[in-house]
Structures are given as C-alpha cells and as structure tokens.
C-alpha cells in the first residue's frame, strides 16, 4: 500500500525543466512573435557587434604596438609553414661580405662622420664582379649625401660606377637610406647618378613587410629599393601565381600601397625568409673581398645578382628580427631574400575589402546559424534554444576552420592570412561581449525609465 506521502505527492522533489507537454506542444501565436522579434533583433545585434570588432580589430592590429606584435608573431607561425616546403635548388643571388673593409674618416668628410672607403679597394672589387658576369650589383651601404656629398670622392666614385654600367652593360647600384621623401633624380644629389641611387630602408619592427618602392605622388615615377632593382636584373616578368590566386585577382595582391605622409606613399609586399639559412652557407655568400677569393668564387658570381654588405660585424641600425629567427640578422640578408621572394617565391595578401567580407562572412554564418537554428524552434516548442552553448560551439567550430584554412593557403597556394591570430581572437571574444551589452541592455531597460522619473519628478518637488 502506498504511504500517505506518495498519496498526497508529499515528499516528492518538483519536476526540474519544461515538461514534456510544453517541449512537444507549440507555442500559442501571441507567444511565437514576441520570441521571432527577440531572435531578429538579437541577430541585428550580432551583425552590428561584428561590424564593430572587425574594425576595432584592424585598427588595433595597425595602430597599436601590441597588435602589431601578434602579427609578427602570426607571421612566426606562417614562416614555419614555408620552411616545411622544398627551397629550389638555384636561387642566384650571391651576397660578397665587406666587413672587411672597414670604415674610416676621410677627410673633410661630412661632420667628420667614417665613411666606407671609395677608392680602389672597392671599385677594384666591383670590377671584378663584373668581369666575372654578375646580372647586377648592388652596394648595402648608405650613401646618401645632404647639403653636398657624404666624401669628397662620392662624385668620381659614381661616375666609375656609372661607366662600368655603360660600358660593360653590369648594372650597379649603390644603397640610399635619408632621401626617399625626395624626387628620385636627386637621391645622389645630381641628377645625372639617378639610375645608381636604390632605397635600403627597411622596416625596424615588421620586416615581414618589405619596401618595394617609393612614390612621391600619383603621376611621379616610383624609386626602387635595392631589391626591386635587383629582381629586375633576374626576372622580368613576374612569376604566375597560384590557379586559386589567378582565378580571383581582384581578391588578392601580392604588392599592398601604404601612405607615410602626405606626400609620400610606399608599395609593400610580404617576404619569404625560408631560404635564410641556405642564403648564409659558402654556397651563395662570399667571405671576402679580396680578388682572388672572388675569383676563386666564379661560379658563384657568373649569371647571379651580388649584393655587397656587411655580413659578421653590421652596425646596429643594419641589423633585423626577422620571423623564423631568434637572432639578428643583418640587412644584407633581408634584401636577398626579398629578392628571392619576388623573382621565384611571391606571396600574396589579401585585399582589404577581402579581409573584411571574409571576417564578417564569417561571422554572419555564426549569427544566422544561430537565428535560423532558434526560429526553426521558435514554432514548435516552448523552451528556447541553449544559446550561449550553441554559440560557443559554433564559434569554435569557425576558428578551428580558420586555423585550418590559413595554414592550406599557405602551403598551396602562398596565399597569407596574416591576422589569423587576431581574427580567432575576435570571434572567441564575440559571444561575450555579446552576452555583456545584452545583460546592460536589459539592466538600462528596466532601470533608465525609473531613474529619468526619479530625476523629473524630483527635479519638479525642488521646484515647488
């Protein structure tokens, strides 16, 4: 026989959750568009959160030094991946160390500054390299004048470069680092050294970022750096891009423009550090300047392009953190393989309408997957759909394709996502920040119009 508890229900814990009538019986009418209202607006505030940290996103990742270290550090990440592929066995470019030939005040130099010596002890050298057969040379070294030449000997130096150029149809180029916000013809101070005159400014911070040419305005000529003049010798016609890239061109480049100043815009392009290491074996770098180490360097000259820097001891102001690499590394080096990376290895970027359809994509299937998922619910039970949880899930399931996707483009097609990192980072924020400005919304809504009725009111009673 049953107790008198059980009889009665006495003692019996309450059922916990809808029952199983309200989970099978759809909502009354009244009860079905009150709840289609809320899931269309809270999807309106998902759009308009969306829109938002993109933009706080790219604005942190371009004006911050914190944004711009994550993607640096994202670019780490991504150089990884194009280590892991083969480098091509002939990558002709030879960089010749002058760390031997030390700077010294010359006299009646600028300011009493040192200055690398011009005379025979590098004209000699750069004779020899064309003799050898280098596609072209480039000198790392700044010689930029001010009010009138950094030495006195700048003026017969470049003139015996401009006549091996001539005559024996070598192309040397000597580096420019404090004149690029000036016409190009003036680089050298006098116009007719033009031609010899390349940028080697190089970023400090984002190297994985390089320099590709200086603009002073729309219709001016754009001054090269070292090397774009350099992969010009090697290559004159770029390498095709992937069949994905091709497909879309509109949707990617591999050369983005970024303004300095008013005045002066720069086109900048990713680079491709993985053949460093193969770039700094006695395969393609020369120890020495001494002639007969060139000589017995021939095969390593004969049909490359030769940059001449600074390879064991740069000044600091040469030296780079670059991905892929705990150490410094001098400058030489960045420039050969910015080389490398525009004559056989480009990359490319997205656009920046393209960065910003991909992330709102992306977030839009998130928030329409959640709306269409509550509003198929919305007709046939009572209970609301675990949103928060679904959500979440969602969104993990979005960042994992993230992950996985910029990791292929790489590898496949040298197409980078160079935000990954921030871009997982916004979507896993967005659920959160979502969840708060609904939770101050209700807060506001059940608290403003009594706090505003409070102060008129108030306001009123003083008053009287």
């Known amino acids: 026989m049953a107790s008198e ?12 959750g809808p029952s199983a009538q309200e989970q099978t019986n759809p909502p009354p009418l ?3 568009r009150k709840r289609r209202r809320t899931i269309l607006f809270d999807a309106l505030v998902g759009v308009i959160l969306a829109v938002a940290l993109v933009g706080t996103r790219e604005w942190f990742e371009k004006n911050t030094e914190s944004g711009k270290w994550i993607e640096f550090s994202t670019y780490d990440i991504i150089e990884s991946i194009l280590a892991s592929k083969p480098i091509p066995e002939k990558i002709p470019i030879t960089i010749v160390d002058l760390s031997g030939l030390k700077t010294e005040g010359i006299q009646a130099a600028q300011k009493g500054d040192q200055a690398t010596p011009r005379d025979k002890r590098l004209k000699d050298p750069l004779e020899k390299l064309v003799n050898l057969g280098a596609e072209g040379i480039a000198v790392d070294v700044d010689f930029s004048p001010q009010e009138t030449y950094r030495t006195p000997d700048d003026p017969s130096f470049f003139q015996f470069c401009l006549d091996l150029w001539k005559h024996r149809h070598a192309p040397i180029y000597l580096g420019v680092w404090q004149r690029q916000a000036l016409p190009r013809q003036l680089w050298l101070l006098d116009p007719s050294y033009e031609k ?3 940028s080697i400014l190089a970023p400090r911070l984002q190297t994985q970022n390089m320099v590709k040419c200086f603009q002073l305005h729309a219709q001016s000529e754009c001054g090269p750096t070292l090397s774009e003049a350099l992969a010009g010798e090697l290559l004159k016609d770029t390498p095709p891009p992937s069949h994905f ?3 879309h061109p509109r949707l990617f480049q591999a050369v983005s423009t970024e303004e300095l100043s008013k005045n002066v815009s720069v086109g900048t392009f990713p680079v491709d550090f993985s053949p460093l290491s193969n770039l700094r074996t006695s395969d393609h770098t020369i120890r020495s300047l001494e002639l007969n180490e060139l000589e017995a360097n021939a095969r390593l000259i004969e049909g490359h392009v030769v940059l001449v820097g600074d390879v064991r001891s740069p000044e600091p102001s040469d030296e780079f953190r670059v991905p892929g690499q705990l150490d410094q590394v001098p400058g030489v080096y960045v420039h050969a393989c910015a080389i490398y990376t525009l004559t056989q290895a480009p990359l490319y970027i997205f656009t920046r309408a393209t960065r910003w359809g991909v992330d709102l994509l992306l977030a839009l299937l998130i928030i329409l997957a959640v709306a269409g998922l509550r509003l198929y619910h919305n007709s046939r039970t009572t209970p609301e759909v ?10 993990i399931v979005v960042v994992v394709i993230v992950l996985l996707v910029s990791a292929v483009f790489v590898h496949r097609t040298r197409l980078l996502w160079d935000d990954f990192l921030l871009v997982m980072f916004t979507f896993l924020m967005h659920p959160s920040v979502e969840h708060y400005l609904k939770a101050m919304g209700q807060w506001l809504r059940r608290t403003a119009p009594g706090a505003w009725r409070n102060f008129i009111l108030g306001a009123e009673k003083g008053q009287s």
Do not use: M
């Open 30 to 32: 009244d009860f079905q």
């Open 5 to 16: 508890d059980q009889a009665t229900g006495k003692g019996t814990a309450p059922p916990v």
């Open 386 to 395: 675990a949103v928060t949880r679904v959500q979440g899930t969602l969104t």
């Open 245 to 247: 890239v091709a497909r």
């Open 196 to 198: 010899l005159g390349v």
